[in-house]
């Protein structure tokens, strides 16, 4: 795998991070790099090997389904960058 | 005995339990705030101190015993937080922008748990951001200084509370091990650090990295105190679904018939002599007083850092997506939604955190997670059973924690790759969910502290721990103080 600007670009783009030229022109021959050396688990044999088994726990019992009190309103906006003492506040995603 | 915190935990937290005795939870908090005042300027172990907060809680922990209440085993110790882990009322930074000002609403199970048991939280530790990190570099806050050398890095990413314990500003501390977070910095800063088994301590309250590798371990100055901060943390756990009970623990077996593991492929790793050399001395104290090597070969563990450096940024890819500056942390607000992700990510995320995440998102992207992601998996699949394997031949795993004592500060900045490498022997243990400890095994000639690994397997946490303890009445080699650490009453 040769790693690119454009793959880069892309890559960052899925991953919502808006970098800088400066921060993809650096990126590209680090990754490229990183990328070179982790592709060495192209050359393990895994002809019988399960990858969901490589999950360390077996499924864990559930716990009951009881409800139990949540963090209050007030509490939890407390952290948010923008609220409007109800809701946390975004930039509009819908046409009026 | 200069100071009541260099006495062992249990004899620390029994005098403060006894009412009758004049050492106090606070005379104890007392010496560690003063150690910090006097060292951490130039350590740079904590980012946030908790000096009203932990005065009060030992005061009314004192009051409690003057009332004749029992209190737990960790009664009065002073403890050091990883800055991963949540502790109500005190900021929660990973070490990075992105959180800025977030202050999270409840502890951490852990943190509960050592509380109930008598810690008092002294304070947040210095981190790798996001744990992503082998040094302590990666932090927005600037690095955390290696106690033995302040040019050199404490090992990372639970470097600060490494450092914290190394230099004797707090006797226990908890980190996290994703890759070898807690045992490399003990390594490095020559104390014990514990990896316990994937599921026997509690996650809820870390902020998730790998979910898959993620495990909270104890860091301090020998194996009995670090077993004693596990037994106040271990347990299921509501409020984490991969937390389970585990057997009782077999009796601590003695060095006689002990079968000692010694792995051809992580003889000498890459690594320096001194380091080969020091662990050689510990397998010879542990042959002469009885126990057995046994040669072992596991192919696959040179892939371990292949599968570690694809399985663990897929995961941090997508645990890391919550970092969106709607709910909590930071925000570069932008009139549509998009680019406000995106511009609060670039603006909060460092290099590190960013290349994982660049790194993860292609290992699951469409049309590469097959030949990346997928396969690295069953690599990991492959790669237990062959230790399962091992296990069935040997009771303990012996080998170095890392490949090299503490390096200088800036030293691996410029080279990511040949940063990834310093974890090289400690990956296999958290990609098979074994336990696995780092305890002391001498100094270098140049001082620097050097760290032997013993893994055992899935469950065995105690016989990873009393066989260190082993390792320490067999060779004398344990914790020594730094120099700096000597400055200080």
Redesign the interface.
């Given at each position: 795998?040769h790693v690119t600007e454009t793959?880069?670009r892309h890559?960052?783009?899925?991953?919502?991070?808006?970098?800088?030229d400066g921060?993809v022109a650096?990126?590209v021959p680090?990754?490229d790099?990183?990328?070179g050396?982790?592709?060495?688990?192209?050359n393990?044999d895994?002809a019988d090997?399960?990858?969901?088994?490589?999950?360390?726990?077996p499924s864990?019992a559930?716990?009951p389904d009881v409800a139990a009190p949540s963090?209050e309103r007030r509490?939890?906006l407390?952290?948010?960058?923008?609220t409007d003492q109800v809701f946390?506040l975004?930039?509009k995603?819908l046409e009026d | 005995m200069t100071s009541p915190l260099d006495l062992p935990v249990a004899e620390m937290a029994a005098r403060v339990a006894d009412r009758h005795d004049s050492l106090k939870a606070a005379d104890l908090v007392d010496a560690a705030l003063a150690r910090v005042r006097a060292l951490d300027g130039r350590v740079r172990a904590f980012l946030h101190v908790a000096e009203e907060g932990a005065r009060r809680a030992a005061e009314a922990l004192d009051a409690r015993v003057a009332r004749g209440e029992a209190v737990g085993p960790l009664a009065g110790v002073p403890l050091a937080v990883k800055d991963n882990l949540a502790v109500a009322g005190m900021p929660l930074t990973c070490a990075s922008k992105i959180l800025g000002g977030y202050v999270p609403p409840r502890d951490a199970t852990v943190v509960a748990r050592a509380v109930a048991a008598g810690a008092i939280v002294l304070g947040k530790t210095n981190l790798d951001e996001f744990a992503m990190g082998s040094s302590t570099e990666n932090s927005a806050f600037g690095p955390t200084r290696n106690p033995f050398d302040l040019e050199r890095v404490p090992g990372g990413s639970s470097g600060g509370s490494a450092a914290a314990v190394a230099a004797g500003m707090a006797p226990l501390a908890l980190g996290s091990d994703t890759g070898g977070s807690v045992r490399q910095p003990a390594a490095l800063c020559g104390i014990v650090g514990h990896k316990p088994t994937y599921g026997r301590v509690s996650r809820s309250g870390l902020v998730a990295f790998a979910s898959s590798l993620d495990q909270v371990g104890p860091f301090a100055r020998t194996t009995q105190d670090a077993a004693a901060l596990l037994r106040a943390i271990e347990g299921p756990d509501p409020l984490d679904a991969t937390s389970r009970a585990f057997p009782a623990a077999r009796p601590a077996a003695g060095l006689s018939g002990l079968r000692v593991g010694v792995v051809e492929e992580l003889e000498g790793a890459g690594g320096d002599p001194e380091v080969a050399a020091a662990v050689g001395r510990v397998r010879a104290a542990l042959l002469a007083r009885g126990a057995t090597a046994v040669p072992l070969s596991l192919p696959l563990s040179k892939a371990g850092i292949p599968v570690y450096y694809l399985v663990a940024p897929a995961e941090c890819s997508s645990n890391l997506a919550r970092f969106d500056g709607m709910r909590y942390g930071a925000r570069v607000d932008a009139p549509e939604v998009e680019p406000l992700y995106a511009r609060t990510r670039d603006a909060g995320f460092g290099a590190e955190v960013k290349r994982r995440v660049l790194l993860g998102t292609f290992a699951l992207s469409a049309g590469y997670a097959d030949a990346y992601y997928k396969r690295a998996m069953a690599v990991k699949t492959r790669l237990r059973v062959e230790l399962a394997a091992a296990f069935s031949r040997c009771d303990v795993i012996l080998s170095a924690t890392s490949p090299f004592p503490a390096f200088r500060v800036g030293e691996k900045a410029g080279d990511p790759l040949s940063m990834y490498l310093c974890d090289v022997l400690t990956v296999t243990a958290n990609l098979a969910g074994v336990p696995a400890a780092s305890v002391p095994a001498g100094l270098t000639a140049g001082g620097l502290p050097v760290g032997a690994q013993l893994w055992a397997a899935e469950g065995h946490d105690d016989l990873v721990l009393s066989v260190g303890a082993a390792v320490r009445e067999a060779t004398g080699l344990g914790y020594v103080a730094p120099a700096i650490a000597k400055e200080v009453a």
């Open positions: 795998m793959l880069v890559v960052a783009r899925l991953a919502r991070i808006e970098l800088s921060e650096a990126m680090q990754l790099r990183i990328l050396h982790v592709e060495a688990v192209a393990v895994v090997a399960d990858p969901a088994s490589a999950d360390a726990v864990a559930l716990r963090l509490v939890v407390r952290n948010a960058p923008a946390f975004a930039p995603v | -």
